[in-house]
């Protein structure tokens, strides 16, 4: 199995990961509707049966939901994936997520994830926001402190700009930084990605099929039927005048995809896979039968060709916005 080191660590890591968004269920802000817990289980289980090696999840999932449901199903697995999770995003008893990257408040949520995930040391451990941007220096510190005391294996940074990488680099050095990065929101290639690249920071995509848009499963009647608190709902690549540009996208992947024998899922992966800087890509599912549809990422590349054809189709769709 082809894997890439991450960053500064000794993390050797496939391709793909798992994506737990999604298994935090159903009763907070980002909630992508109900989920079955049985269900997340069998689809981390069946993408580590394929050979995928690291989980990543955050406190925030579900409100502590998503932790506790990979917790359980790394019991009895050996050896055990890398598992990477977040924090910096807490909850209040009437479960409003609370910004806070206080030195307290992120040992507190440390302590409360070790204890979900069942794990003794956290892989990877994360600010999943810079915010407040007043206290990035605070939280960052901490993390330090955290690895210091071996309570997480490395640190990096989950949405943070160029400058504030800066800043915590100014104190201790970034393991991997996780922006959003697909073919529907390419934003961290202007900045972010040259910038990690550079530094030899690594990088973890996440949402490389922006929330389910590019797998070529979704329709106009499937966004419609979407249950009320679904997040997708209210954000705006589900809605017009984004949508139709990135239904055209999915069409276009899952032209290249028949090719090879791909998805449009799996090529839209590949993308985000052939830019220098990106280590790997998480990779959401909710059941055991979506496995099959991204599973062939681990190895699948885009050839030049196609990678052409696709930026070509990019470069159609700017000149006409």
């Known amino acids: 199995m082809q894997t890439r080191n991450l960053g500064n660590s000794d993390l050797a890591i496939t391709p793909i990961g798992v994506g737990a968004w999604a ?56 050896p055990r994936p890398y598992v990477f999770t977040k924090c910096g995003r807490n909850w209040n008893p009437q479960r409003e997520i609370v910004k806070c990257l ?24 994360q600010i999943h926001w810079p915010e407040p941007d007043e206290d990035v220096e605070e939280g960052w510190a901490t993390l330090t402190q955290l690895q210091r005391e071996g309570k997480v294996r490395y640190i990096g940074v989950s949405n943070f700009s160029v400058a504030q990488t800066q800043r915590a680099e100014a104190i201790a050095p970034v393991t991997s930084t996780q922006p959003p990065y697909s073919l529907a929101s390419p934003e961290a290639e202007a900045d972010v990605l040259p910038y990690a690249l550079s530094r030899g920071i690594g990088v973890i995509v996440y949402s490389p099929m922006k929330n389910g848009l590019l797998t070529g499963q979704m329709t106009r009647e499937r966004i419609a039927a979407l249950p009320e608190e679904d997040f997708r709902r209210r954000n705006p690549h589900f809605q017009e005048p984004l949508l139709s540009r990135n239904l055209a996208y999915a069409d276009l992947l899952g032209q290249i995809g028949r090719r090879h024998g791909r998805s449009a899922g799996e090529v839209a992966i590949a993308w985000t896979l052939r830019h220098p800087a990106v280590t790997g890509a998480i990779v959401g599912v909710r059941n055991a039968q979506q496995v099959d549809g991204v599973i062939g990422a681990l190895h699948f590349r885009l050839p030049d060709e196609d990678y052409e054809e696709i930026e070509e189709f990019r470069r159609q769709v700017a000149l006409s916005a």
């Open 23 to 78: 298994m935090g269920g159903s009763g907070w802000a980002f909630s992508w509707g109900p989920q079955d817990d049985a269900d997340s289980i069998a689809a981390i289980r069946a993408m580590l049966d394929r050979g995928v090696n690291w989980i990543d999840t955050a406190a925030v999932y579900g409100l502590g939901h998503a932790e506790e449901v990979v917790g359980r199903a790394l019991q009895g697995i050996s």
């Open 102 to 125: 206080k030195r307290d408040a992120i040992r507190q949520e440390c302590e409360n994830s070790l204890r979900r995930l069942r794990v003794d040391v956290i892989d990877l451990y």
